[in-house]
């Protein structure tokens, strides 16, 4: 049994794909509606994806804060430096072990992501 997708409900396609495509450098993989109020996105270049789905039937849902998605980066100095040209907030960098480093953001649906360098 291989891991094939994570699904995140979001308030909206658009502004979800930009973020993940912008700020975390996913790409799409693809989009297309599944309904007449329902779009749904696949995004990465991998074999496991991001799956986002967006339903104009359900209002924003919220999101457990203790859930969070972890990407990695080459350089969390780097990806810092980013972030706040881009205005994005991002936790302090926790260092739990000598061999990782990360910080947290928040998605626009208010799901934690983990961006974390392996030193």
């Known amino acids: 049994m291989k891991f094939s997708w ?17 700020i975390v450098g996913l790409t799409v993989d693809s989009r297309r509606p599944a309904g007449p109020d329902l779009e749904l996105a696949f995004l990465g270049d991998g074999e496991t994806k991001l799956e986002l789905i967006y339903n104009k039937t ?15 980066v080459v350089s969390l ?33 208010g799901l934690k992501i983990q961006l974390l360098e392996h030193l």
């Open 6 to 22: 994570v699904t995140v409900t979001v308030k909206d396609m658009d502004e979800s794909i930009r973020f993940y495509t912008d």
């Open 77 to 109: 100095e780097q990806t810092m430096a980013e972030l706040e040209e881009k205005g994005i907030q991002h936790s302090v960098p926790f260092q739990p072990a000598p061999q990782i480093r990360y910080l947290f953001i928040s998605d626009p649906n």
């Open 58 to 72: 359900i209002p924003a849902t919220s999101i457990d804060a203790n859930i969070s998605l972890g990407f990695e």
